[in-house]
């Protein structure tokens, strides 16, 4: 069912075998008002600023958004957005 799923995520992510995660924004066509966790109306522009306040992982950011702990459908992708968002603030 889910072909990517011993692949190494290290890579960009393949979004097109993930279709059931609808809110996934691929990381080009990100801006800071796109939507990154749906159950608590996140923004990349939010993830970024906990990033930039010291936060440096997704359990660290969430719990201090008070998020994720609804459907958790958005760890994986934040996992990988994680990486993205700290080379665009050049803090990777």
């Known amino acids: 069912m889910f072909k990517n799923r011993d692949k190494d995520r290290s890579s960009a992510p393949n979004f097109e075998a993930r279709k059931h995660y609808i809110f996934e924004v691929p990381f080009d066509e990100l801006t800071d008002a796109s939507v990154v966790c749906t159950c608590a ?3 990349y522009a939010d993830f970024k ?10 359990e660290e950011i969430l719990n201090d958004l008070e998020a994720g702990d609804t459907c958790r459908k958005c760890v994986k992708y934040l996992e990988m957005l994680l990486v993205h968002a700290k080379e665009e603030l050049g803090m990777a």
């Open 41 to 43: 109306n996140i923004t």
């Open 49 to 58: 600023n906990e990033l930039q306040f010291g936060f440096e992982t997704v």
